[in-house]
C-alpha cells in the first residue's frame, strides 16, 4: 500500500489596513505600538477554520479552475487555526502544496463576517505537523522576546510603555492562565542572541 504524502504550510494571516495607534477611552490616539506588533494582530473571533477553508477553495477555484479544485479536494484542510495569533496550519498534498502556496499568495481579503483586508504569509512548509508546530512556537517565542528588547529600547529612548503586554495578550486563552509560549519565554534561561531569522529556508527535508 502507498502512503499518501502531505505538506503542512504554516501561514501567518496579516492585516496591512489595519491601524497600529492604540485609543484611550475617549477615543483619542496616543500610543505608537513597537514595530514588531505591526505584523501581529490578532484575528476577528469571527474567523473559524470552516470559513478560512472556503476562501482558500474560493481563492484556488479563481486562480486555478477546476484543475485545482479537483487536485487538492481530497486532502485540503485546516489542521490548526488561532485567532489570537492570526496562525494557521494548512494540509494539502505533496503534489499540490506548491498550487496551494500560490492561492494564498493571491488572497487579498478574508469574506464575510470577516470582509477585512488581509495577506496570508506562508513561512514554512513541512512534511509533519509536528515540524510546523514546533516552527510556530519558535516564531512565538522570538516575537515575544523581539517586541520585549523594542520596549525596553523604548524605554531607554523615553518614550515609554511597555509593548511586550500586548503581545503576550494574543497567546493567552480568554479565561486561561498563560500559554505554553508565554511558559517559555518567561522560564527559558537562555537570551536572545538578535539573529534574524532566514526566511529564505522555507522547506522542512522531511518525506
Request: aromatic share 6%.
Amino acid at each position: 500500500m502507498v502512503r499518501v504524502k502531505h505538506r503542512y504550510l504554516l501561514v501567518n494571516i496579516l492585516y496591512p489596513k489595519r491601524s497600529t495607534r492604540s485609543k484611550n477611552a475617549a477615543g483619542e490616539s496616543h500610543q505608537q505600538q513597537p514595530d514588531v506588533l505591526r505584523f501581529l494582530q490578532p484575528s476577528p473571533d469571527t474567523l473559524t477554520s470552516l470559513l478560512l477553508l472556503r476562501a482558500i477553495r474560493e481563492s484556488i477555484v479563481e486562480n486555478f479552475g477546476d484543475y485545482g479544485a479537483g487536485i487538492t479536494s481530497a486532502s485540503l484542510r485546516v489542521m490548526y487555526l488561532s485567532a489570537p495569533t492570526s496562525t494557521a496550519i494548512i494540509r494539502v498534498s505533496r503534489a499540490a502544496y506548491r498550487l496551494l502556496w500560490a492561492s494564498l499568495s493571491f488572497m487579498t481579503t478574508l469574506p464575510y463576517p470577516v470582509s477585512e483586508a488581509c495577506v496570508l504569509r506562508v513561512v514554512r512548509v513541512s512534511g509533519t505537523i509536528r515540524k510546523a508546530e514546533e516552527e510556530a512556537i519558535r516564531r512565538a517565542r522570538a516575537a515575544v522576546l523581539r517586541a520585549r528588547r523594542e520596549a525596553e529600547e523604548g524605554k531607554g529612548k523615553g518614550s515609554g510603555g511597555d509593548g511586550s503586554g500586548g503581545i503576550l495578550e494574543m497567546f493567552r486563552e480568554k479565561g486561561k492562565g498563560p500559554t505554553r509560549v508565554e511558559s517559555i519565554v518567561d522560564g527559558s534561561n537562555e537570551e536572545d542572541d538578535g539573529e534574524e531569522e532566514d526566511d529564505s529556508e522555507l522547506m522542512d527535508d522531511d518525506d
